[in-house]
């Protein structure tokens, strides 16, 4: 297989002149061409006269060494692949199957991993499958009344169920498991773009029966899920995790218990801050949804006479301000809504989701500003108490500020408003937001170094994107959770914590930042485990 890179074409070819372009670099005749399989694909939009899409793709030829030589281009390589292995089974035996707290990616993939090779896992998450989440998620969004433990932070799929459903990942992979995720994804019902284009995404509606299909699978080979199952507490006997009890007054010993508990566990925070579990506060951004009209983004991005077909348009920004702290997009959704994420009483947090069609009116991405320990000690006294988890505390005073602020509702407020320090009112953009919202006055929220920081990045961004700092553009808040504000420390090699048979995994553990990123770290320790032990079946 002859792998060729930089193949450029206009956005409105054909797969016809896709295969032709790929014959003319390898000097073959189209015929020659046994198969030829996309492996990337993005899009150049410098020139908006001529957008172009960038293909990476393998072909099947007879006589592939002679072509390769024979083409001499610095484009045409031998592929290789990556592709993904798991271990061979270790030698030792399971006393009870391993535990998974949280079905979020990495819980859910870990499962899926250790089930598909027949080691039973157990599956404990504390809110709903997909389908029931979906629906108290909505009553949540029409009425008000929240349910703390099944919202759009807690359920099956975790918090990227109700999101934009990105895919793409900075992580380093060598080991093939980033393509591993794709392809589950696909084998459980994703479209199989995903596997080559350059910046995938899953939306909310087509996450949720993703998830319940993977979770058909778990079960179907041994393993269990258990909704509902809320963990408040751990059993310990000689330095090493036991098991552990729940809400519901159920116990299920353990000797591997994998901790995928998500970045908003903050309960499960606070009990593991008393056990001899090391812990270390983390960095990470606080800030606001901006939303723009996505037929301005996609002007910029793509010019204005871009086709329909190549969708909505995303972007990504980021500047190092003058006073040290990084502003930055963060989670950005093309054709989305701004979403109350709260899954705390009295707190309002907010998060950007898109459907499968980007197709709402307006374009939304956080906008974030950094912060660290001399921000948390603003928590006051609960940062005092526990300094490990001052960050959480500093991330629950920004929710409360929210919630105050917006009456119970998301606040909104117009830039130009923002940069006045007034309520304001309505403007020419309708916000596109699930659940119920009112204008205020978001400045207020946060503490003023963080707020003017906010001002200077999107006055700065406008130099990026024109009309990026238009007075119309709404903002809302408060973006709380951009990552866990702690990190489970784990060793390296044995991926175990401070407490031995407990494996921190994911997003909230500190190890991973996204769908793709947890999804990886979950197969990372679902590997460890089964190198050491031997599977029931």
């Not at 991005?301 to 190092?320: E, N, V």
Request: hydrophobic share 35%.
């Amino acid at each position: 297989m002859l792998q060729i890179s930089q193949l450029k074409l206009p956005v409105a070819h054909t797969e016809e002149e896709l295969k032709a372009k790929t014959a003319s670099v390898l000097r073959v005749d189209p015929d020659e061409i046994r198969r030829l399989t996309i492996r990337k694909r993005s899009i150049d939009a410098r020139d908006k006269e001529e957008l172009l899409f960038v293909y990476t793709v393998q072909a099947e030829v007879s006589h592939e060494k002679q072509v390769l030589s024979r083409c001499r281009s610095r484009l045409v390589s031998r592929a290789e692949e990556k592709k993904y292995r798991f271990p061979k089974a270790g030698s030792e035996s399971l006393e009870h199957p391993p535990l998974i707290i949280g079905s979020g990616p990495a819980g859910l993939f870990c499962a899926y991993m250790l089930a598909k090779h027949g080691y039973r896992p157990i599956l404990l998450e504390r809110g709903d499958q997909a389908s029931v989440r979906r629906t108290a998620v909505d009553h949540f969004w029409e009425s008000g009344e929240l349910d703390p433990e099944s919202n759009v932070q807690f359920g099956e799929g975790g918090a990227g169920t109700f999101s934009d459903g990105k895919l793409n990942t900075g992580v380093k992979d060598k080991y093939g498991r980033n393509r591993e995720v794709l392809d589950i994804f696909v084998r459980s019902g994703a479209s199989e773009e995903i596997l080559y284009d350059a910046k995938p995404h899953l939306g909310t509606d087509q996450l949720v029966h993703i998830v319940e299909r993977m979770r058909e699978m778990i079960i179907s080979w041994g393993g269990q899920v258990h909704f509902r199952e809320k963990v408040t507490d751990f059993e310990i006997r000689d330095g090493k995790i036991r098991g552990v009890r729940c809400e519901s007054g159920r116990e299920y010993p353990a000797e591997q218990v994998v901790l995928a508990i998500g970045h908003s566990a903050r309960d499960t925070f606070e009990t593991l801050s008393h056990l001899p579990v090391l812990m270390q506060p983390k960095p990470f951004a606080v800030g606001l949804r901006v939303e723009h009209l996505q037929s301005m983004i996609n002007a910029d991005q793509y010019g204005p006479d871009a086709p329909a077909f190549l969708g909505a348009a995303p972007y990504k920004l980021t500047k190092t301000l003058g006073n040290g702290r990084g502003v930055y997009s963060f989670c950005m959704c093309p054709g989305g809504y701004v979403v109350n994420a709260s899954s705390e009483k009295e707190m309002t947090a907010v998060n950007g989701m898109s459907y499968q069609a980007r197709d709402s009116a307006n374009a939304n991405s956080a906008i974030v500003v950094t912060v660290g320990p001399e921000d948390f000690a603003a928590a006051g006294q609960e940062a005092e108490a526990n300094p490990v988890l001052a960050g959480m505390h500093f991330q629950r005073k920004l929710e409360r500020a929210a919630y105050a602020t917006g009456c119970g509702e998301v606040p909104v407020q117009r830039f130009e408003d923002f940069c006045k320090n007034r309520t304001g009112g309505a403007g020419e953009i309708e916000p596109c937001i699930r659940g119920k919202y009112r204008y205020a006055n978001v400045r207020e929220i946060l503490p003023e170094e963080i707020a003017a920081s906010l001002q200077e990045g999107i006055t700065v961004f406008d130099a990026r994107i024109p009309g990026f700092a238009s007075g119309e553009a709404l903002l809302s808040g408060v973006e709380s959770r951009t990552s866990s504000p702690v990190r489970i420390v784990r060793d390296d090699e044995s991926l175990m914590s401070t407490l031995e048979g407990l494996y921190p995994c994911g997003e909230g553990a500190g190890y991973a930042g996204g769908i793709t990123s947890a999804a990886m770290d979950g197969l990372k320790v679902a590997e460890k485990i089964a190198s050491i032990y031997k599977p029931f079946v």
